[in-house]
């Protein structure tokens, strides 16, 4: 598991699966908090992000820690690979927040967004990244057993 301490408004973590070419980069540049799944054979970088999920928006977040009175806006992001190199799950202070399956080539994320009419020819499901606790469970699974 790969890990990084952040404060919202900045922060980049990339991993790569086992299997090449898969990669997931969590990135936030200072508006939002963006969970990518990457085609690292790719040579131009547009064509390298196969999907996008939103993970937070930088001024909600900072809303919440306000109500929530804590002290501290650092945050943690870490990102697990399963056994076989197929899906990828991003935590956010230890919450699952996102998860790429590349070989259903599909997210699921708490957000659900963004989310885009299926073109003719895509191979990536675009439609819908609403969270799926199954998925999440098959992950867990994988990971144990």
């Not at 790969?2 to 936030?28: C, H, I, K, M």
């Not at 790719?42 to 939103?54: P, V």
């Amino acid at each position: 598991m790969q890990s990084l301490s952040f404060v919202p408004g900045r922060a980049f973590l990339s991993s790569n699966s086992s299997r090449v070419p898969w990669t997931v980069v969590f990135e936030d540049e200072g508006v939002a908090g963006y969970f990518y799944a990457c085609d690292r054979s790719q040579e131009i970088h547009e064509n390298s992000i196969l999907d996008a999920m939103l993970i937070y928006n930088v001024a909600a977040l900072a809303k919440s820690d306000a109500e929530l009175e804590r002290p501290e806006p650092e945050r943690i992001a870490s990102i697990e690979w399963s056994r076989d190199g197929f899906q990828a799950v991003l935590y956010l202070d230890g919450s699952a927040q996102a998860l790429y399956d590349f070989q259903a080539r599909c997210g699921y994320c708490r957000m659900d967004f963004p989310n885009f009419m299926e073109e003719q020819g895509d191979q990536w499901r675009k439609s819908s990244h609403a969270w799926s606790d199954a998925a999440l469970q098959r992950f867990e699974v994988g990971l144990y057993s």
